[in-house]
């Protein structure tokens, strides 16, 4: 009995962790600052982002590494972004990277905003 006590505690645990890590990274786009969650700002380099972003294709690929997922839906998504012209403007800055494998913070004390 005690060993499934422990299980269940664990595998609740890894389910909440799992989905709070996926969910954390479907971002949707707004068209007015005031509706978003961060406002995003797109460097021309990756040395001067907070993050380097990768786009998935898929919901089920994203994580807390910068694998963004756009939805279709504000709903579906955990962060409402807005991008804006000017890094003074931004709460973070981020650089789109070709490679999944480049996506990863620079910064990580803005990690907050996401999570």
Do not use: E, P, R
Not at 25 to 38: G, P
Request: include cysteine; glycine fraction near 2%.
């Amino acid at each position: 009995m005690k060993k499934l006590l422990i299980f269940t505690f664990v595998a609740v645990g890894l389910l909440v962790f799992s989905g709070n890590s996926l969910f954390a990274q479907k971002v949707y786009t707004v068209d007015s600052k005031y509706d978003a969650d961060i406002k995003v700002y797109v460097c021309s380099s990756k040395y001067d982002a907070d993050l380097c972003v990768y786009k998935v294709s898929s919901a089920y690929d994203v994580n807390d590494d910068g694998l963004w997922f756009f939805t279709s839906s504000k709903y579906d998504a955990k962060k409402k972004v807005y991008f804006v012209d000017s890094k003074y403007d931004a709460d973070l800055l981020i650089y789109f990277v070709d490679s999944k494998y480049d996506a990863k913070w620079n910064n990580n004390s803005k990690k907050h905003l996401i999570y």
